[in-house]
Protein backbone atom coordinates (compact mmCIF):
# COMPACT_ATOMS: atom_id res chain seq x y z
CA UNK A 1 0.00 0.00 0.00
CA UNK A 2 1.23 3.47 -0.83
CA UNK A 3 2.05 5.55 2.25
CA UNK A 4 0.11 9.27 2.64
CA UNK A 5 2.32 12.05 1.90
CA UNK A 6 1.16 13.84 5.45
CA UNK A 7 -0.10 12.88 8.53
CA UNK A 8 -3.95 12.51 8.49
CA UNK A 9 -6.31 14.47 11.05
CA UNK A 10 -5.02 14.12 14.54
CA UNK A 11 -8.33 14.46 16.24
CA UNK A 12 -12.19 14.35 15.59
CA UNK A 13 -15.16 14.91 17.82
CA UNK A 14 -18.46 12.90 16.95
CA UNK A 15 -21.77 11.59 18.19
CA UNK A 16 -20.24 7.87 18.65
CA UNK A 17 -23.18 5.61 17.07
CA UNK A 18 -23.10 2.95 14.99
CA UNK A 19 -23.53 4.93 11.45
CA UNK A 20 -20.76 6.94 12.31
CA UNK A 21 -18.40 4.15 12.93
CA UNK A 22 -16.84 3.73 9.23
CA UNK A 23 -15.62 7.01 9.06
CA UNK A 24 -13.10 6.46 12.42
CA UNK A 25 -11.97 3.09 10.76
CA UNK A 26 -11.02 5.37 7.41
CA UNK A 27 -9.11 7.82 10.15
CA UNK A 28 -7.38 5.00 11.91
CA UNK A 29 -6.45 3.02 8.64
CA UNK A 30 -4.78 6.11 7.37
CA UNK A 31 -3.05 6.96 10.45
CA UNK A 32 -1.99 2.80 10.59
CA UNK A 33 -0.60 3.25 6.69
CA UNK A 34 1.27 6.77 7.51
CA UNK A 35 3.00 4.81 10.45
CA UNK A 36 4.08 2.15 8.02
CA UNK A 37 1.85 -1.05 9.27
CA UNK A 38 1.57 -3.75 7.22
CA UNK A 39 -1.58 -4.99 6.55
CA UNK A 40 -2.24 -8.07 9.07
CA UNK A 41 -1.41 -5.80 11.58
CA UNK A 42 -3.35 -2.80 10.74
CA UNK A 43 -6.44 -5.16 10.63
CA UNK A 44 -5.28 -6.16 14.48
CA UNK A 45 -5.27 -2.32 14.89
CA UNK A 46 -8.67 -1.55 13.74
CA UNK A 47 -10.44 -4.86 15.04
CA UNK A 48 -8.99 -3.40 18.84
CA UNK A 49 -10.10 0.23 18.03
CA UNK A 50 -13.51 -1.47 16.46
CA UNK A 51 -14.04 -3.07 19.65
CA UNK A 52 -12.84 0.00 22.13
CA UNK A 53 -15.69 2.27 20.37
CA UNK A 54 -18.17 -0.95 20.64
CA UNK A 55 -17.18 -1.26 24.51
CA UNK A 56 -17.55 2.68 24.65
CA UNK A 57 -20.89 2.51 23.22
CA UNK A 58 -22.64 -0.44 24.98
CA UNK A 59 -21.06 0.01 28.78
CA UNK A 60 -20.64 3.77 28.93
CA UNK A 61 -23.29 4.89 27.09
CA UNK A 62 -25.37 2.12 27.30
CA UNK A 63 -26.13 1.08 23.98
CA UNK A 64 -26.90 5.15 23.32
CA UNK A 65 -25.27 8.00 21.44
CA UNK A 66 -22.82 9.54 23.41
CA UNK A 67 -19.78 12.28 22.61
CA UNK A 68 -16.33 10.70 21.75
CA UNK A 69 -13.71 12.59 20.79
CA UNK A 70 -10.65 10.62 19.31
CA UNK A 71 -6.69 12.38 19.31
CA UNK A 72 -4.04 10.55 17.66
CA UNK A 73 -0.22 10.92 17.30
CA UNK A 74 2.83 9.46 16.26
CA UNK A 75 6.22 9.18 18.15
CA UNK A 76 9.52 7.98 17.63
CA UNK A 77 8.04 4.43 19.13
CA UNK A 78 4.39 3.96 19.25
CA UNK A 79 1.08 4.87 17.38
CA UNK A 80 -1.12 6.40 19.56
CA UNK A 81 -5.18 6.68 19.74
CA UNK A 82 -6.73 8.77 23.24
CA UNK A 83 -10.40 8.25 23.29
CA UNK A 84 -12.71 10.02 25.46
CA UNK A 85 -15.91 10.23 27.14
CA UNK A 86 -18.41 11.37 28.95
CA UNK A 87 -20.06 8.27 29.72
CA UNK A 88 -20.82 6.58 33.12
CA UNK A 89 -17.33 5.14 34.65
CA UNK A 90 -16.47 1.77 33.87
CA UNK A 91 -15.24 -0.02 37.39
CA UNK A 92 -11.69 -1.41 36.93
CA UNK A 93 -12.46 -4.28 38.62
CA UNK A 94 -15.06 -5.50 35.77
CA UNK A 95 -12.49 -5.82 33.36
CA UNK A 96 -12.02 -9.60 32.94
CA UNK A 97 -9.81 -10.61 29.72
CA UNK A 98 -9.58 -13.75 28.58
CA UNK A 99 -6.82 -15.85 27.34
CA UNK A 100 -7.13 -17.09 23.69
CA UNK A 101 -8.91 -20.50 23.72
CA UNK A 102 -10.36 -19.41 27.33
CA UNK A 103 -14.07 -20.33 27.47
CA UNK A 104 -16.72 -18.23 29.22
CA UNK A 105 -18.43 -14.89 29.10
CA UNK A 106 -17.15 -11.56 29.19
CA UNK A 107 -13.84 -10.49 28.57
CA UNK A 108 -13.65 -11.05 25.12
CA UNK A 109 -13.37 -7.06 23.90
CA UNK A 110 -10.26 -6.85 26.07
CA UNK A 111 -8.61 -9.79 24.45
CA UNK A 112 -9.54 -8.28 20.68
CA UNK A 113 -7.70 -4.77 22.29
CA UNK A 114 -4.77 -6.61 23.21
CA UNK A 115 -4.51 -8.32 19.90
CA UNK A 116 -4.42 -4.71 18.37
CA UNK A 117 -2.47 -2.75 20.78
CA UNK A 118 0.25 -3.93 23.56
CA UNK A 119 -0.23 -1.22 25.61
CA UNK A 120 -3.54 -0.34 27.31
CA UNK A 121 -4.84 1.99 29.68
CA UNK A 122 -7.86 3.75 31.23
CA UNK A 123 -8.63 6.22 33.42
CA UNK A 124 -11.16 8.41 34.80
CA UNK A 125 -10.56 12.36 34.67
CA UNK A 126 -13.12 13.99 36.25
CA UNK A 127 -16.27 13.66 34.57
CA UNK A 128 -14.40 11.97 31.43
CA UNK A 129 -12.99 7.73 30.97
CA UNK A 130 -9.70 8.19 28.92
CA UNK A 131 -8.58 4.90 27.14
CA UNK A 132 -5.31 5.02 25.54
CA UNK A 133 -4.44 2.85 23.07
CA UNK A 134 -1.25 2.59 21.87
CA UNK A 135 0.84 -0.08 19.39
CA UNK A 136 4.68 -0.24 18.90
CA UNK A 137 5.84 1.31 15.05
CA UNK A 138 7.27 -1.67 12.38
CA UNK A 139 10.66 -2.10 13.34
CA UNK A 140 10.46 -0.33 17.09
CA UNK A 141 11.19 -2.83 20.39
CA UNK A 142 8.28 -4.44 20.78
CA UNK A 143 6.48 -3.43 17.20
CA UNK A 144 5.55 -6.04 15.13
Do not use: C
Not at 13 to 24: F, K, Q
Request: no cysteine; hydrophobic share 40%.
Amino acid sequence: MVQPPHAPEASVDIELAPPRLHGLRQLAERWALYAAFPDADIGRLLAGLDEALANIHLHAYGGRPGPVRIEIKKTAQELIFELFDHGKAFPSEQITGRQPGEIGQGGWGTLMMQAGFQRIERRRVGDRNILLLARPLPGKKGGP
